[in-house]
């Protein structure tokens, strides 16, 4: 039947997402949305059939009509939330970051191999982006041979209040983390930051925009300008240098025009709207596999391994060297 999907958390990427799976999504309903505000979790509910609003993501699992949990609350909110859904036993779709450290990462992997079978998937959405796609496919059919270097780029227009440098690995660069984990299948071993002088559009003690260097366990570098204030849009890029050829995803494809001498097009002002499809695709595939009782897709695995990069990308920041990033060896269920 229908799934009936709980949405834990109704900020930006929350909202969004009831508004995918009450209008986009087949097989599925929003039975509950969950926020520490019950006034906006009334009034978003009150808007859908047949959903209720609550303010303890709890109280959501515990009723018969939710299925399945999509958790959109702030990082750190998480571990507690998908602890409770094991507790269920109930599939998820957790944002991204699974968690902000590794630690509490660590904690969802044992609790789900104590649960015994894969529960959750990641929310790194680009995996399901078109042309990021058709990137991966290229690498993995070495159409030009092996990959040696990335070079990235994930620009926003600004930052909401409140965001600090760490958060530019934490919450940005971490999708950088995860598509050079994925893309070339090699895990992250060691994270340099260098940071320009500031732009003078950045927040005071924001220091942006930084250069994030990766290296790889097959040899590869990568490199990713975060700038997260640039001003005029949301630009995501990436060129993967193989030993025959070069591979670009992010260009700007869309409609151009030439007019008065000039000629141009729009970017895209957040991410909502540059990976729409990403989006749609994400959540209608684990709707998908979660109906035929599966789960598939980035693993808590791929959230720890991102949150230890990323904390080694923290401290590489703070202490301006090179930091190396440990893993505890892959467990069977994520193999
Ligand atoms: C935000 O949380 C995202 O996930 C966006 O994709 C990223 O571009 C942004 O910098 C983050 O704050």
């Known amino acids: 039947g229908t799934l009936g999907v709980a949405v834990i958390g109704t900020g930006r990427m929350g909202a969004d997402h009831v508004r995918r799976i009450d209008e986009v999504t087949n097989g599925a309903r929003v039975a509950a949305v969950v926020d520490i505000d019950a006034e906006r979790a009334k009034s978003i509910a009150d808007r859908i059939e047949g959903c209720s ?3 303890e993501p ?17 990082g750190p909110a998480h571990e507690a939330a998908v602890l409770q859904a094991f507790e269920h036993d109930l599939p998820v779709l957790c944002e991204k970051p699974l968690t902000p450290d590794a630690a509490s990462a660590l904690r969802l992997i044992e609790a789900e191999q104590r649960l015994g079978h894969r529960r ?18 290229l690498l993995d059919a070495k159409e030009f041979g092996r990959a040696l270097m990335l070079h990235c780029q994930h620009r926003n227009a600004s930052t909401p209040p409140g965001f600090t440098s760490q958060m530019m690995i934490n919450d940005s660069v971490v999708h950088e983390i995860d598509t050079t984990r994925w893309l070339l299948d090699q895990e992250i071993t060691a994270v340099t930051v260098l ?4 732009s003078t559009a950045a927040p005071q003690n924001l220091s942006d925009p930084q250069l994030v260097l990766f290296e790889t366990s097959g040899g590869a570098v990568v490199d990713v300008e975060i700038f997260v204030n640039c001003g005029f849009g949301y630009q995501v890029r990436c060129e993967a240098v193989c030993e025959t050829g070069s591979a670009r995803v992010g260009e700007e494809s869309g409609l151009l025009t030439s007019s008065a001498g000039r000629w141009g097009g729009a970017v895209p002002q957040d991410f909502v709207d540059r990976f729409a499809d990403a989006y749609d695709r ?7 596999a979660t109906r035929r009782g599966e789960i598939e897709g980035p693993s808590c695995w791929d959230g720890y391994a991102a949150a230890a990069v990323c904390e080694a990308g ?10 190396t990033a440990e893993l505890i060896e892959r467990p069977a269920l994520y193999r």
């Open 314 to 323: 923290v401290n590489a920041q703070a202490i301006g060297r090179r930091t």
């Open 282 to 288: 994400q959540v209608q595939r684990w709707v998908d």
């Open 120 to 137: 959750v998937q990641v929310g790194f959405m680009r995996r399901y982006d078109a042309d990021f796609t058709r990137l991966k496919s």
């Open 58 to 74: 709890a109280a959501a699992m515990a009723s018969p009509d939710v299925d399945a949990l999509l958790i959109a609350s702030p």
């Open 53 to 55: 609003a609550y303010t």
């Open 195 to 198: 940071r320009p002088t500031p």
